[in-house]
């Protein structure tokens, strides 16, 4: 190799280094042309006078570097041809050492706004929340979180997804314009450790792994693909903060995957399982009109939330006593010094000094002791029903997503024996054991009126819609959803006939495109997710709570007639409180029957009403309770 090729790949390599290798090697240049040119000044004899006498070395250098950086010094000169030329050289040497100066500095600078433009500088906060991945969930997420930390001073959430940052902020910041939230966002994979480095998770509070819910060219992902995305995530988490005591929520559909999710991030962490959750909330809510709208008023920020506080006050008081101690909060349950979640404790069972309360309230600091025990009017309570044996029931379900099977079981728990549910879908994947409910199947396009009217709709008690998101966007599927929807309406219309629908919806925005339809008829899976992972990522203790919550085998949240607990009238909600307590049941709220179509009476759901407040209730009229069955 010669000589030639060795320099020019040494140069090669300096260049390749940046900016900075580049500044320098014109440094170096500037620095030899003003020695050469001083040393030529000398040379020549051309020494310039001054004041004092011939200029020094040092003055030489000096002027022989203005020279260089200013080319129009060279028109004060006053001396000689030969000193004349020797600047006109350096000038000339200047001339391309500033061009080429200003050429690297503009492109350093470049560089810089680029990477700015790209979100890959590392984020200096303190106490903030990571949002890690995207999904049409986010939109949801962020306005939750925005009235979650509403009374904080400096709220911060931080983004990394996979996504071009100037997207991103385009997207999500309009929307949360005027609101006590930063959003910082940066461009970064989730599964790759040194890119979580930059959203600084061991000093977050909380850091949100959203499942995916389609491949980077916008085709639909399998829940096993976004389950995989998201066990990757945790691994990368936990390889970026070991040592950390992080608060992790996650989401994935597949209940087999939990096991790895927990071993990977462990015990503590929030683990959402969408589908199962989802299936459950379309299966109650397709037997108890109004129920999504009472899931969704404890979820959100907006009204009334679930927490979970110290009260040594009540330390030996009965757990029904202290029902009627809160006058403008819910006791729902208690959580004892061991850590077990009572979620109720036996109503008898005395408070325990280091026992922390469950309650349902506006907000944490209206959690007071501000009630008493109601005066109960000679007959106002309704004794006990008999026990109603169960019927069976007929079930319409359009649709076969991939919660399907799920939903059959879901179903299957709560029918009574000899129950029929009819199956009508596009294509049938295979379909599970069932114990109670036997199960037929028609193959159909749901969005067809002719496959619709062969069905005797209203022959149904109960019709459930799902999404079929397979293979389709979500608008699509949302399109198809609420076409099918128009038609049952419409067949139940033209029949004077009343039939409960659920329909599940994935974006809420195509919610309100429906409006012929009654507002309880919609499961908003997507939303109802989003409120969830917000809630756990504000208080990891909920998790738990919602677990005792939505599990078949314990208490769970029901809308009975009211009539059942008091007679018909006025009277104060304590005394609903009252008759519920003395069935082993705690009411929560209630739901009008008049305002059920009105949306800004939240379509008739008042949840954790006060208790001296008076309520008109009536046979159509539902009380909310927590209940075994």
């Known amino acids: 190799m010669s000589l030639r090729q060795r320099f020019r790949y040494r140069f090669d390599n300096l260049m390749a280094r940046g900016v900075g290798a580049q500044i320098l090697l014109l440094a170096a240049f500037t620095v030899v042309l003003v020695l050469i040119t001083a040393v030529a000044v000398v040379v020549f004899g051309v020494v310039p006078d001054g004041d004092d006498g011939p200029d020094s070395f040092a003055l030489l250098v000096w002027k022989s570097l203005m020279h260089t950086l200013d080319a129009g010094t060279l028109g004060g000169d006053a001396e000689g041809w030969t000193f004349l030329f020797i600047m006109l050289f350096v000038t000339i040497g200047g001339l391309f050492v500033v061009s080429a100066l200003i050429g690297v500095l503009n492109q350093g600078f470049g560089a810089i706004i680029e990477g700015l433009r790209r979100g890959r500088s590392t984020v200096i906060e303190r106490g903030h929340t990571v949002i890690l991945g995207w999904s049409p969930k986010i939109h949801t997420l962020l306005s939750e979180l925005a009235e979650a930390n509403a009374n904080q001073r400096d709220a911060c959430v931080v983004i990394l997804a996979d996504r071009d940052k100037v997207d991103m902020d385009a997207d999500v910041l309009p929307p949360l314009r005027g609101r006590r939230l930063r959003v910082v966002t940066r461009t970064g994979n989730p599964m790759t450790p040194g890119d979580l480095a930059i959203a600084s998770l061991p000093t977050s509070k909380a850091v949100i792994a959203l499942a995916p819910e389609a491949h980077a060219n916008g085709t639909p992902m399998a829940a096993h693909e976004s389950d995989t995305v998201v066990l990757k995530t945790l691994l990368a988490i936990s ?3 070991p040592a950390g005591d992080l608060h992790v929520v996650a989401e994935i559909y597949d209940t087999r995957t939990e096991a790895v999710a927990r071993m990977v991030c462990g015990k503590e962490a929030g683990l959402i399982l969408a589908s199962p959750l989802i299936s459950r909330l379309l299966v109650q809510t397709g037997r108890q009109s109004g129920l999504s709208v009472v899931y969704t008023e404890l979820l959100d920020f907006a009204g009334c939330e679930i927490y979970i506080r110290e009260e040594p006050a009540l330390a030996g008081v009965a ?3 202290a029902v009627h101690r809160y006058g403008t909060s819910s006791l729902i349950g208690v959580v004892t010094a061991a850590g077990e979640m009572l979620v109720p404790p036996p109503f008898d069972r005395p408070i325990a000094k280091t026992d922390r309360v469950i309650a ?3 907000d944490d600091d209206t959690i007071l002791l501000d ?3 109601p005066a109960i009017a000679e007959g106002a309570l309704i004794p006990p029903p008999p026990a109603r044996p169960p019927t069976a029931e007929r079930t319409l379900v359009l649709g076969a997503g991939a919660r399907l099977a799920m939903v059959l079981r879901e179903l299957d728990a709560y029918v009574a024996p000899g129950s029929e549910t009819v199956v009508v879908a596009e294509a049938l994947p295979e379909l599970p054991q069932l114990a109670k409910m036997r199960v037929t199947t028609r ?8 496959v619709l009217d062969d069905l005797d709709v209203t022959r149904f008690d109960h019709v ?10 979500q608008e699509m599927a949302d399109a198809r959803t609420t076409v099918t929807l128009l038609h049952l309406r419409d067949i139940t219309r033209l029949a004077g006939k009343k039939v409960p629908i659920t329909s599940e919806i994935l974006d809420i925005n195509n ?3 429906a409006t012929v339809a009654e507002a309880d008829d919609f499961i908003v899976s997507n939303t109802l997710i989003s409120l969830m992972v917000s809630q756990i990522a504000e208080n990891r203790h909920l998790q738990r709570v919602f677990e005792e919550l939505f599990d078949p085998e314990g208490h769970e949240i029901y809308l009975k007639p009211a009539t059942d607990y008091v007679r018909a009238g006025e009277h104060a909600f304590g005394i609903v409180c009252e008759a519920a307590l003395r069935r082993n049941e705690l009411a929560i709220g209630y739901r009008l ?4 179509s009105d949306a800004d009476a939240q379509f008739g759901v008042a949840i954790n009403p006060p208790k001296q407040k008076s309520v008109a209730l009536g046979a159509d009229d539902k009380v909310i309770v927590l209940a075994e069955r």
Do not use: N, P, Q, Y
């Not at 459930?464 to 966007?473: K, M």
């Not at 029957?593 to 059920?596: F, K, T």
């Open 239 to 241: 390889k970026a903060a």
């Open 319 to 321: 757990f029904r006593d």
């Open 360 to 362: 349902i309230s506006e």
């Open 371 to 373: 009630g008493k025990a």
């Open 443 to 450: 193959t159909g396009d749901l969005t067809d009126r002719g």
């Open 464 to 473: 459930l819609v799902l999404s079929e998101s397979a293979g389709r966007t």
């Open 511 to 513: 919610r309100e495109l």
């Open 593 to 596: 029957a008049a305002r059920a």
